[in-house]
């Protein structure tokens, strides 16, 4: 499997911006998904994870209520769906694939990583 990820740019203080993570490989649908991000002189973070199936996430509490993670199975793709974005969200995002198939909150649990995709946002 191999991870595209698409759709970071430059936004506006309270703008948003939709992620998404495109996966080759026809075992997608049997894996849960997640997004970490890395700002500049800090450690890479978790984000948001989604199970195999969509019937679960999990959050970082500082995105909890603005950013939306989803998957679509037919699709090949998970999406990162982020709202009242705030400076302090400025980062490179990652898509991933964890090794198992339910809810992951820590890098190590992921396999395979995409090529990021640069998010910022300006006060």
């Known amino acids: 499997v191999q991870l595209q990820a698409s759709g970071g740019g430059l936004v506006l203080a309270g703008g948003s911006l939709r992620l998404s993570c495109a996966a080759s490989?026809?075992?997608?649908?049997?894996?849960?998904m997640g997004w970490f991000r890395q700002a500049p002189g800090k450690e890479r973070e978790f984000v948001a994870a989604?199970?195999?199936?969509?019937?679960?996430?999990g959050y970082a509490d500082s995105v909890k209520g603005r950013f939306t993670i989803s998957r679509d199975n037919a699709k090949n793709t998970v999406y990162l769906q982020m709202n009242s974005l705030r400076p302090e969200d400025t980062a490179v995002y990652y898509c991933?694939?964890?090794?198992?198939?339910?809810?992951?909150?820590?890098?190590?649990?992921?396999?395979?990583w995409g090529q990021g995709t640069q998010v910022t946002v300006s006060s």
């Open positions: 989604v199970n195999y199936n969509a019937g679960r996430t």
């Open positions: 490989g026809r075992t997608f649908g049997n894996y849960g």
């Open positions: 991933a694939l964890q090794y198992g198939s339910g809810i992951e909150f820590y890098s190590r649990g992921y396999a395979i």
